[in-house]
């Protein structure tokens, strides 16, 4: 019984990580993102409005902007491994992350990120 429940556990261990993909964009408060006004059209990356939103050490509750505008948030795992980046990379504005994981509901649940 013990060996069925190890097999189980191994191939649905196996199914997660096959559904797996790789996101990437701008590094943003997602708490932040979440109340602010949607950029206007044409905003320019690096202007006011698009960096409204950048991440401090402060920032608790992280997420991936991608290129169309949609904001991913980070499940908890992500968001420690996001503000241990931001930490090493303070004072730098404009942060871009790579992270690999799945969907699940509105949420990445993140199994890697490399932010840069």
């Not at 196996?14 to 990437?24: D, F, I, Q, R, W």
């Not at 169309?68 to 992500?78: N, R």
Request: hydrophobic share 40%; proline share 3%.
């Amino acid at each position: 019984m013990k060996m069925i429940a190890k097999a189980v556990s191994v191939l649905c261990l196996g199914s997660v990580l096959c559904l797996a993909e790789t996101y990437s964009g701008r590094v943003v408060d997602a708490a932040c993102k979440a109340q602010a006004a949607p950029a206007a059209p044409g905003a320019q990356p690096g202007s006011q409005q698009a960096n409204a939103c950048e991440p401090s050490a402060s920032t608790v509750s992280f997420g991936i902007e991608m290129q169309d505008g949609k904001v991913l948030k980070l499940d908890s795992a992500g968001n420690s491994k996001a503000a241990e980046a931001v930490k090493g990379n303070a004072g730098k504005t404009g942060l871009q992350a790579t992270v690999t994981g799945s969907m699940e509901g509105q949420t990445l649940k993140v199994e890697s990120i490399d932010i840069k």
